[in-house]
């Protein structure tokens, strides 16, 4: 059965930096599109970061030059390296795996920028 994990999640001061990974099982995570999503409260769900199986990544505007999205395939985790954290990228954020029509989420992981 297919699973995704998140972890690293927590609270940081404004400007720190925290890592979130997602830990995949009962997947091919090689061939399977990564990414992240955010939902604050009172807010849709949006993407944050994506990495495809070949390794191209996109983000959103508003993450671009602090946060870095990266994979270990050996390891079957997708990683989230956050910098520079705003009090605006407080969200739960969800982990992705998408391959053709088959998708799949975690559980979600909460960040909480605050001083």
């Known amino acids: 059965q297919e699973q995704l994990v998140e972890s690293g999640g927590g609270l940081v001061q404004p400007g720190g930096s925290l890592r979130l990974s997602c830990a995949a099982s009962g997947m091919f995570f090689s061939i399977y599109a990564m990414g992240w999503y955010r939902q604050a409260p009172g807010k849709q769900r949006e993407l944050v970061a994506r990495?495809?199986?070949?390794?191209?990544?996109n983000y959103a505007d508003s993450v671009k030059g602090r946060f870095t999205i990266s994979r270990d395939n050996a390891k079957n985790t997708v990683y989230l390296q956050m910098n520079s954290l705003k009090p605006q990228d407080t969200a739960v954020y969800y982990c992705?795996?998408?391959?053709?029509?088959?998708?799949?989420w975690g559980q979600g992981t909460q960040v909480t920028v605050s001083s």
């Open positions: 992705n795996a998408r391959w053709v029509d088959d998708e799949h």
């Open positions: 990495i495809t199986s070949g390794g191209v990544t």
